[in-house]
């Protein structure tokens, strides 16, 4: 069956520092991979999209790569800030419909 | 304020008793989606509609029943037949279900059990 990995410890980081979230996915191939950012007790937001055929893309500080060979995504935000300090979730799709990972907590610290 | 709106923020459910989550969306979007949260894990999709009049069952169908009679509403009945219905319950919209479409989420609806 289809399945989405992301770290499911916190990644603590101290703030300034380049903050790199890992997607893994298997049995599946998809078109398209977004990540939203949810804080506690609010609803997902969009961030960014990559195609299967983009590498790379750029939002600002965010940073997405896209690889279909390992069936990775990274997730990068350069000079982080406290208040990145979030649950970031993958959702890769090729049928219409978003499939989510479990999302990986980030903790900036000043 | 355009956006989706989810009501209440906090339910509680007696045994036995159906509860209905409300979901409005003022984004003139096509597509509506219910997904559950629970603590340490992905969104799951509980149905999802491409359009008013028709919805399709998700990943966790059992123990819910949706509704789509407008374009703007997509209420959600958490049924007694649902035995474990304490999570984190997420409203979504989208311009239509084509792969690259972004969700717009509501705030959510936190269901606990009395």
């Known amino acids: 069956s289809q399945k989405i990995e992301q770290n499911s410890e916190a990644l603590n980081i101290q703030e300034g520092k380049t903050a790199t979230l890992t997607c893994n996915y298997t049995?599946?191939?998809?078109?398209?991979l977004q990540w939203y950012r949810q804080d506690p007790g609010r609803g997902p937001v969009f961030l960014l999209l990559?195609?299967?055929?983009?590498k790379e893309k750029r939002k600002e500080r965010l940073k997405v790569t896209f690889d279909t060979t390992l069936k990775q995504s990274l997730f990068h935000i350069t000079a982080s800030q406290p208040a990145d300090s979030a649950t970031y979730l993958c959702?890769?799709?090729?049928?219409?419909?978003?499939?989510f990972g479990q999302g990986t907590t980030l903790q900036v610290k000043p | 304020d355009g956006g989706i709106t989810q009501s209440p923020k906090y339910l509680f459910r007696k045994e036995g008793q159906n509860v209905t989550l409300s979901c409005e969306q003022n984004?003139?979007?096509?597509?509506m989606y219910w997904y559950r949260q629970d603590p340490g894990q992905g969104l799951r999709l509980i149905y999802y509609s491409q359009i008013v009049n028709d919805f399709q069952k998700g990943d966790i169908a059992e123990g819910y029943s949706v509704s789509r009679e407008k374009k703007e509403s997509f209420p959600l009945t958490v049924t007694s037949a649902q035995k474990n219905p304490t999570a984190f319950y997420l409203c979504?919209?989208?311009?239509?279900?084509?792969?690259?479409?972004?969700?717009?989420f509501g705030s959510g609806t936190q269901l606990s059990v009395l």
């Open positions: 979504a919209s989208s311009i239509t279900t084509a792969n690259n479409e972004k969700l717009f």
């Open positions: 959702a890769p799709s090729n049928t219409g419909k978003l499939i």
């Open positions: 990559i195609r299967e055929n983009e």
């Open positions: 049995n599946y191939s998809p078109a398209y």
């Open positions: 984004l003139n979007h096509d597509a």
